[in-house]
């Protein structure tokens, strides 16, 4: 009965030998039992098939960067080694760049830091020098490294902002372990930059994940970081053509988020000049992705009140957009004039020079689109108790072009603005304002003597129907305080509000 039993057994296949040399010998080990019979340990087959299979999977998906790379001691440096070691000793070196200390102790691990920012400059030399063909695992190791030193979390921000975003006296925050950072980041610019990298490799490596995580380091509070980000997000823009869409719509994401959730980020300026010279790139005529992210990300980008930190960018980008397509620039003035600060004079003297900016490459057809509520901004702003504000919107006569497109839209803008004008001659505190006043009033006098008095005349007309109108509200006033003086309160009357109900309930 148990012959017949171990019969049934699966004896090992010779194939076996081939898979594991450790393992041959064991599969051939024989039990002997009582009777003659011997037993072969199966035991050992079916272990050295899993060996097989489990090497196999660690190839394709190595855990450790070392999987079949014959190891280099580190520490070596890359002149005391053959050109075909090379390989292996720069893996050896990432490898060790792995490890992340503690930059709150300067005396903790001190060996240990110095250590690894000599190696890192090691391999920066070795880079530069361009002197290699990075094999497949040397990508992986690179990315892999640059992962470990720089995706992290930052600790919650408390910062206040003003209106200007960051005031003036915040001090930037610097990180600690700049030090190896800025070695890292030199190093991951150097890497991408590499002429002979293939790129279809690393994109397996500087996938969507790696670019998210890079994209959210552009909130570090560290103005030097930020700098190299930019830098390294542009040229991974240029060179990985296949990832350019994802980063676009994820840099719109990071936009809605800021200006719709938290107008809270410390990368929007440095995000906004990498786009700055990828707008610059756009084919014409623009695609509607193009025209969505005007829309939806730079136009909204006004409303914050940080929007100081960022609006030299933010208008080199909308300008880009209108010199691209100028059928764009009435939708952005729009947009300007949704967004118009009320109580911030910082802002209005921002959005007036963006305006300025925008005037100056509109076309006339898109400019008699939105003449008549621009004019009527700026009829505010000439009025404007705020010095600064006043001058700034006089000064827009000052352009060429502007005040071509006045000329030829006189008899709508004129008197749209000339209330304005009138009123700062007559009541505005500050010289140099009524001095610009003058000075646009005799342009348009200049411009059309004619219009000017038609103009001053029906002012004058509703000057006096607002001076009769105010007259008789002082005098229906001055009679019904006349009638309140000396008409009699009846006591009947407030009887009822004077002496209380009697009480229904006996105390």
Not at 115 to 128: N, S
Not at 382 to 388: A, K, T
Not at 392 to 413: G, T
Request: hydrophobic share 40%; glycine share 4%; with cysteine.
């Amino acid at each position: 009965m148990l012959k017949q039993i171990l019969q049934k057994l699966p004896r090992k296949s010779p194939k076996a030998d081939s898979f594991d040399s450790s393992g041959s010998n064991s599969g051939n080990s024989n039990t002997n039992f009582g009777g003659g019979i011997q037993f072969t340990n199966t035991c050992n087959v079916m272990s050295a098939r899993l060996n097989v299979v489990k090497r196999m999977s660690s190839a394709i998906f190595p855990s450790n960067n070392t999987t079949g790379v014959e190891m280099v001691e580190p520490h070596i440096s890359f002149k005391d080694v053959s050109n075909s070691e090379k390989q292996n000793l720069f893996i050896s070196k990432l490898n060790l760049c792995c490890s992340v200390y503690d930059f709150s102790n300067s005396d903790k691990n001190y060996a240990e830091k110095d250590l690894k920012r000599q190696i890192l400059i090691e391999l920066l030399d070795f880079v530069g020098s361009g002197s290699a063909k990075y094999t497949e695992l040397a990508i992986a190791s690179m990315c892999k490294m640059c992962a470990a030193n720089l995706f992290r979390d930052f600790p919650p921000k408390c910062r206040s902002y003003s209106a200007r975003g960051e005031t003036e006296d915040d001090e930037p925050m610097f990180d600690p372990a700049w030090s190896h950072l800025q070695l890292v980041y030199d190093l991951l610019l150097r890497f991408i930059s590499y002429n002979s990298l293939d790129v279809k490799v690393a994109k397996k490596y500087i996938d969507h994940s790696f670019i998210l995580r890079l994209l959210d380091l552009f909130d570090s509070e560290d103005p030097r970081e930020r700098d190299c980000l930019k830098t390294i997000l542009h040229r991974v823009y240029g060179k990985f053509m296949v990832h350019r869409p994802f980063i676009r719509k994820s840099v719109s994401n990071i936009i809605y988020v800021f200006v719709f959730e938290t107008e809270r980020h410390n990368g929007i300026a440095e995000l906004l000049e990498v786009f700055g010279s990828v707008i610059t790139g756009f084919a014409i005529p623009l695609k509607e992705e193009h025209k969505m992210f005007l829309w939806r990300a730079l136009i909204p980008l006004h409303k914050p009140k940080s929007v100081g930190t960022y609006h030299q960018q933010l208008t080199y980008c909308v300008v880009q957009f209108v010199e691209k397509e100028p059928r764009l620039a009435s939708t952005v003035v729009k947009g300007l004039l949704k967004y118009w600060p009320v109580r911030s004079s910082q802002k209005e003297l921002m959005f007036l020079s963006e305006l300025e900016e925008l005037l100056e490459k509109i076309d006339m057809p898109e400019f008699e689109k939105v003449m008549v509520p621009l004019f009527r901004r700026i009829g505010c702003c000439l009025n404007s108790s705020h010095f600064q504000v006043a001058e700034r919107a006089h000064f827009l006569w000052n352009n060429d072009h502007i005040l071509n497109l006045i000329m030829q839209n006189r008899q709508v803008i004129l008197p749209l603005v000339f209330s304005a004008l009138e009123r700062n001659t007559q009541n505005h505190w500050n010289p140099a304002v009524l001095t610009l006043t003058q000075n646009v009033r005799k342009i348009f006098y200049e411009m059309d003597e004619e219009l000017v008095l038609a103009c001053q005349g029906k002012f004058q007309e509703e000057d006096s129907k607002l001076t009769v109108a105010a007259e008789k509200r002082r005098l229906t006033w001055e009679r019904l305080e006349t009638a309140a003086a000396f008409q009699p309160i009846a006591h009947n009357n407030l009887s009822g509000l004077v002496n209380p109900p009697p009480c229904a309930v006996t105390c």
